[in-house]
């Protein structure tokens, strides 16, 4: 990422970049771990970028952040306990407090930093989700992979990770050994699922498919799915795997039978929620043939003697 001027320049991949007018800076410096970046841009208002690349922006976080969340906590039918590796900004832990049942949300993103400053200047993506004090609500900065070992278990796991980025601190999460622990960790009816990188035909190939394929080797159920998100400049990919054939059921219902179990869940879905419906939830996890195929054929396996990493929004070891 480079500020040329007034704009940010983010490069997707060799060939491939976006710029975004910005209007004002509020943050941009390091933590322990990353470079970050809080700015408002014309396009997209409000977001943050982490390590050059564009993690979440006020004018359409709600296609990712509903889409990460409520097919999970759907595919539960009673989640009181959810797990959030990452998740900065607060809007995951968001959606997961609009589930009536959910008891307690622990968050853990290991960078402090960011999560003060997204408490600070990114307060409509966390609508006071980040307030400590809430009882239905566990703050922890540490690392998520030593947590997970040491806690649990969950009935639901998320998580809301930045991608994996070459000598960040992400990268060891998205492995074979990593999820063999989560599975580990979630209740007999639990749902795992986690962002996978970007899902367009022609870059699939680089964190989405071979988390896919990762976690075949793991779950007994897998499910690809995503949107387009505009700020990202791609489709998104999501992942969710369930332990059984109950959670198949319920990923797999009908557009009725999914808005039925959402207002059982969650008061007020009319206003609470912008994005995600049972129609909606029909349009996430239907592919495109290239996909499909892509996702059928895709054989590679994660682990952290071989491990995935970006670079400047390029994969490296993807191939």
């Known amino acids: 990422m480079a500020t040329d001027g007034k704009y940010i320049h983010e490069t997707l ?24 970046e809080v700015v408002e841009t014309e396009p997209f208002g409000k977001a943050l970028l982490l ?36 998740g900065g900004e607060g809007a995951t832990l968001r959606e997961v407090l609009k ?7 622990t968050m853990c993103d290991i960078d402090e930093d960011v999560v003060k400053l997204c408490e600070t200047h990114l307060k409509d993506h966390h609508d006071g989700a980040l307030d400590s004090s809430n009882p ?22 998320i998580l809301d990770l930045a991608d994996p980025v070459e000598f960040g601190p992400c990268y ?19 749902v795992f699922v986690t962002q996978s ?11 989405f498919a071979p988390v896919h394929s990762t976690l075949r080797s793991v779950f007994h159920k897998v499910f690809a799915y995503g949107t387009h998100v505009p ?33 059982s869940k ?18 996430l996890f239907h592919h495109t043939k290239i996909i499909r195929k892509a996702l059928a054929a895709e054989q590679r396996v994660i682990q952290m003697d071989n491990p995935l990493t970006f670079n400047a929004g390029k994969a490296l070891n993807s191939q």
């Open 172 to 190: 060891v999460l998205y492995s074979k050994e990593f999820y063999e622990t989560c599975k580990a960790k979630l209740t007999d009816d639990g």
């Open 231 to 263: 700020s990202f400049g791609h489709e998104w990919g999501f992942n969710v795997a369930v332990k059984n054939e109950a959670g198949v059921k319920r990923l797999t219902a009908s557009v009725e039978d999914i808005d039925a179990a959402i207002e």
């Open 136 to 157: 239905r609500v566990k703050l922890v900065y540490e690392d998520a992979k030593k947590y997970v070992e040491e806690n649990g278990p969950w009935d639901v796991i």
């Open 51 to 86: 390590d050059g690349l564009m993690q979440s922006a006020e004018k359409d976080e709600a296609c990712y952040h509903e889409s990460l969340v409520h097919p999970a906590l759907t595919a539960h039918p009673n989640p009181k306990k959810v797990f959030i590796g990452g």
């Open 197 to 207: 990188g970007p899902m367009s035909v022609h870059s699939y190939h680089h964190v």
């Open 13 to 36: 991949e060799d060939g491939h970049h976006h710029y975004y007018k910005i209007g004002s800076s509020f943050f941009s410096g390091k933590s322990k771990f990353q470079s970050i």
């Open 266 to 283: 969650v008061e007020d879905v009319d206003t609470k929620m912008r994005f995600y419906d049972g129609e909606a939830h029909q349009r």
């Open 99 to 105: 589930h009536k049942s959910v008891e307690v949300c």
